[in-house]
């Protein structure tokens, strides 16, 4: 019996892990990566960028027997470090205690950890070859190699996790309209290092954070390191009226600004200047697809079928989420990919558009509402009810965040539960003001039970 063999294209975060997981499971995989293999030139070289695991990454790591591996290098963020302009810094804890908190971890080590399981389980992986077109009837691919050389290659199945740019997406929608549509998001985003500190604390500011500098229309946020240093994003419009990144062209400009509007960190970032003129501008927007896959031929996973805006930190939790459910419906559906894809596309998209539409949410609420009165009552009356009710009630962000409830239910649930908080508070301007036994007797016959939670 030949082993059915999957070709994946894309060695990032989400194609090392789902070929380790399918060669787990006893299928032949082979990954085509453009760029050279990271553990060789070296990954770490350049700069240091983090994201930002939570529970649906790390139950997919987990599944991966990988998951202390990446902890044991990754920074612990218990919630959100609020800079107001005026004012002094606090901690909004992302959930109850230290068992609901996000992971800083870093993107190099994390794909270089990967690849080195992805090979230790069996899969062959390519580096330097670039998809650069795919003949889907006559079941072939042409990759070119690092010399711009070209390479047929004949592959039954193929997947392809090559990012938000996918090359694949480009083949597949040549063959088959996909229905593709990309909402710019108008605003664009810079990064900028706060170095160690050099005294007896290795970090400048408090590292056990995800640190936000909210501005209304924009804002600054800051990942810890484990060396000790943070990662500092600026987001800002593109274009338009100042502030926006055509008004701040160059160092000079954003200095200025930066001493105006975020006066305490501008100090922390002692390379601002080579920083901001060196560092180019990232693009922001969400992708959508009518549809991810050729029938038994050819699907796309990860941010090649779903690219978001990062305000929620779930672009990388949420591909690899896909990941497990792809493994399991390839073996569950005894490896015949045409069901497996199906389904595969009928269960993960409604999710897809969820996050999608949370994480734009969440823009808002990072840059602007976390400092609006209203906003704070609400969310205060939403932790009482979450305390004393918590078999009803849920934070929309816990939710996603900290447990493996679909999108499409958080989004929904949350729907349903900021309306509830909103009648409730009608009237008041503290949660203070508010009956809580009759706020949760609203409650519990207004909204269902949560469904019961799966922990670990
Ligand atoms: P990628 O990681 O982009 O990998 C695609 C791979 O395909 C790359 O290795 C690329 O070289 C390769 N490739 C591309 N084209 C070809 C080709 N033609 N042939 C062969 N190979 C090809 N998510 C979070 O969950 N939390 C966060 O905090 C977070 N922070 C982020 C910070 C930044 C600065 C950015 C840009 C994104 C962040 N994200 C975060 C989103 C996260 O990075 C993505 O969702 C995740 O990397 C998607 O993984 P992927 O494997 O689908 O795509
Ligand atoms: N991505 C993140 C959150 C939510 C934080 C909160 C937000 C940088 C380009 Cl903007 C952002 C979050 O609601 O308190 N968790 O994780 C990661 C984020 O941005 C990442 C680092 C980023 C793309 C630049």
Redesign the pocket.
């Known amino acids: 019996m030949t082993r059915q063999v999957i070709t994946l294209?894309?060695?990032?975060?989400?194609?090392?892990l789902l070929a380790q997981l399918l060669a787990k499971r006893g299928l032949e995989v082979e990954v085509?990566?453009?760029?050279p293999d990271p553990r060789q030139v070296g990954f770490t070289a350049g700069r240091s960028?983090?994201?930002?695991?939570?529970e649906r990454?790390l139950q997919a790591l987990r599944r991966a027997g990988l998951s202390d591996d990446v902890l044991q290098r990754a920074v612990m963020m218990r919630g959100r470090m609020v800079h107001p302009l005026e004012g002094s810094s606090g901690l909004q804890r992302y959930g109850v205690d230290d068992s609901e908190v996000i992971w800083?971890v870093s993107?190099g080590g994390l794909?270089m950890l990967l690849l080195d399981a992805a090979e230790a389980a069996g899969v062959k992986l390519h580096f330097g070859?670039?998809?650069?077109s795919a003949d889907f009837d006559a079941r072939r691919i042409v990759?070119a190699d690092e010399n711009n050389r070209l390479h047929p290659h004949d592959t039954p199945v193929l997947v392809g996790?090559?990012?938000?740019?996918?090359?694949?997406r480009h083949a597949m929608n040549d063959y088959l309209p996909l229905g593709i549509r990309v909402e710019p998001l108008g605003h664009g985003?810079k990064?900028l290092e706060i170095p160690p500190a050099t005294g007896a604390e290795r970090f400048a500011i408090e590292p056990h954070a995800l640190h936000i500098w909210p501005r209304g229309g924009y804002m600054c946020i800051a990942?810890p390191n484990t060396e000790g240093s943070f990662t500092v994003?600026l987001f800002l419009p593109a274009h338009g009226p100042h502030p926006s990144f055509d008004t701040l062209s160059d160092s000079a400009a954003a200095a200025a600004f930066f001493r105006q509007n975020f006066p305490d960190l501008l100090p922390l970032i002692p390379d601002f200047a080579e920083d901001y003129d060196n560092h180019p501008v990232?693009t922001l927007s969400t992708l959508y697809l009518d549809r991810w896959h050729i029938d038994n031929r050819s699907l796309l996973?990860?941010?090649?079928a779903h690219?978001?805006v990062?305000f929620?930190?779930?672009?990388?939790?949420?591909?690899?989420e896909d990941t497990v459910v792809l493994a399991d419906l390839l073996a569950e559906s005894g490896h015949d990919t045409g069901d497996a894809f199906a389904e595969f596309q009928r269960i993960r998209q409604p999710n897809a558009n969820a996050i999608a539409a949370m994480a734009l949410e969440n823009y808002i609420e990072m840059r602007d509402s976390v400092a609006d009165p209203h906003y704070l009552a609400k969310r205060e009356l939403g932790a009482r009810l979450a305390e004393r009710a918590p078999k009803h009630f849920m934070a929309r962000y816990r939710m996603v965040t900290f447990t493996h409830l679909p999108y499409a239910y958080a989004y929904e649930r949350g729907r349903a539960q900021d309306q509830l908080l909103e009648q409730l508070l009608r009237g008041s301007i503290s949660a203070n003001d508010v009956q809580l036994n009759a706020a949760i007797s609203t409650l519990e016959a207004t909204l269902p039970p949560l469904p019961p939670l799966r922990h670990g």
């Open positions: 294209i894309g060695g990032g975060l989400v194609g090392a085509f990566e453009k760029r960028i983090n994201l930002a695991l939570a990454g800083s993107r794909n070859q670039s998809l650069v990759l996790a090559d990012g938000a740019g996918s090359t694949l985003y990064e990942l994003t990232g996973i990860g941010d090649a690219a978001i990062p929620h930190g779930q672009g990388m939790n949420c591909g690899f």
